[in-house]
């Protein structure tokens, strides 16, 4: 069976990498405004803006989520394995 070898400095960089650049990740509405138009269409604009901040803004929890729980399975996964080595001496 091939061993799975996890760097723990290497999986903690990566994930403090990915967690600091989502954190960075703006997800604030600049809020443009338009001029006054009756157009349906400048309705529609500002509907498919707010769905799109709305649907990066759950991106953006959803990868800080991920990563939260990635970081605790891999912490739970490197603690397993150190009381394994303890067993074993």
């Given amino acids: 069976m091939a061993e799975i070898k ?3 400095d290497q999986v903690k960089s990566v994930l403090d990498d990915i967690k600091g650049k989502t954190e960075g990740f703006d997800v604030s509405n600049p809020n443009i405004s338009f001029k006054q138009s009756r157009l349906d269409a400048l309705n529609e ?3 498919i803006e707010q ?10 929890d959803l990868l800080l989520k991920t990563e939260n729980e990635m ?3 891999i912490e739970k ?3 397993k394995d150190r009381e394994l080595a303890e067993q074993i001496k």
């Fill in 77 to 79: 996964l490197i603690e």
């Fill in 71 to 73: 970081r605790t399975q």
């Fill in 45 to 47: 604009l500002l509907d």
């Fill in 51 to 60: 769905k799109y901040y709305k649907v990066i803004t759950q991106y953006k």
């Fill in 6 to 8: 996890i760097v723990e």
